[in-house]
């Protein structure tokens, strides 16, 4: 009997040590794969525009959704509707260029809003729900080849400065750090939407870059708007693949506590 209780553990000892080591390894991957990815939305949008409002109410609701999450919405409004009869205040002609850029890297044969880019590879008409969401869980999904972190955030009277540091992004790689105003309302007077209230969310108000080499840090700083409050703001910081397009890092850090 003795010997039988002593086959049986050694037994057990040897499946134990077989096992183990194959859950033990499988957790990493799971996590890594579950807890590194992102999406980056870009939403390409006017106030002149009449089929604009369903998809900034629709990233308005993604944005409540995903609050927790990885997910970055940035809404560049562009400035080639003013000519039509109403002038966006958020417009900026070097959004309209950063969308002429995609088309490029997309091989569009034109540009139109609205227009959605996630991670700077795939694009789609703004208002498409599903196609939104598809992209989205996919990006969440995939971990991220590089990585940003954003600190030391302070805002003054006239600029905000932070830190920056890159790892992972090689060296065709720039960054974009984006000023953002998390909601604003406009009563539209004239144009395609004349007489509507618009909302809009997570709106550029202010957008630069630089060029990076691999695993870079410093320190950089932004011009604030007349109408800035740190309580409606934050900042977001990319990584783009200058090849590519290809967003491949991201980050997010609040203005409410900076100082």
Known sequence: MKKLKIFIIAVAVMLLAIVTPVFSAAKPTNYATAGKGFAVIELFTSEGCSSCPPADELVARIQKEYNDQPVYILAFHVDYWNRLGWRDIFSSADYTKRQG???????????????????????????????????????????????????????????????????????????????????????????????????????????????????KSGDESLVLPKDFNPQNWEIIGLLQNTTTGEIIGAARQALASAG
Request: net charge positive.
């Open 101 to 215: 850029a995609y088309a490029q890297y997309l091989h569009l044969p034109q540009v139109y809003t609205p227009q959605i880019v996630v991670n700077g590879k795939k694009e789609f008409v703004g208002s498409e729900e599903g196609t939104l969401r598809n992209a989205i869980k996919a990006g969440l999904q995939k971990p991220s080849t590089a990585q940003i972190t954003l600190s030391n955030v302070k805002a003054g009277a006239q600029k905000l400065t932070l830190h920056y540091q890159a790892a992972g992004n090689g060296d065709n790689s720039r960054l974009l750090l984006a000023l953002v105003q998390k909601s604003a309302q406009t009563s539209v007077k004239a144009g395609e939407n004349k007489g509507r209230n618009l909302a809009h969310v997570q709106v550029v108000r202010q957008l630069q870059g630089s060029l990076l080499s691999n695993g």
